[in-house]
């Protein structure tokens, strides 16, 4: 009886579920993150700038106000829904201004008790793709 007793702990000592579902959710927000990154790709493709830091990442569901016209702006917009990390929180964006790679970075606050935030720099759309884009608008 003793041993049963020990062996069902020590199963539990030995498979620890948590790093699986910590894992997925990293995968999930990896994910997110690339979703939104082509959201924003497209974007700059069809309207020639990225959304602002305040237009923020609504800026993909829904035609934002400004100075800039978005007279190529999708009707249907870019994302039919922002998505949410995986601990209920919106992915952050801000936009430092400029053409420059890593002038735009996207982010999760991560897991509440990692203490650490998921984060990636979005990279300009390649050549040939804004090519097409000039050679359509």
């Not at 790093?19 to 700059?44: C, H, S, T, W």
Request: charged share 25%; glycine share 10%.
């Amino acid at each position: 009886m003793l041993f049963s007793i020990i062996g069902f702990i020590s199963l539990f000592a030995i498979v620890d579920p948590l790093p699986g579902i910590d894992e997925a959710r990293n995968q999930k927000v990896k994910i997110d993150l690339k979703v939104i990154e082509m959201g924003l790709q497209v974007f700059y493709l069809d309207n020639g700038v990225y959304p602002t830091s305040e237009q923020g990442l609504q800026a993909l569901v829904r035609k934002p106000q400004g100075k800039a016209p978005f007279l190529n702006y999708k009707s249907e917009g870019y994302l039919e829904a922002l998505p949410v990390d995986p601990w209920g929180n919106e992915y952050g964006y801000k936009n430092i201004g400029g053409d420059r790679e890593r002038h735009r970075i996207i982010w999760s606050k991560g897991s509440p008790s990692s203490g650490y935030q998921i984060s990636m720099w979005v990279k300009s759309p390649n050549k040939k793709l804004q090519a097409d884009a000039k050679k359509r608008g």
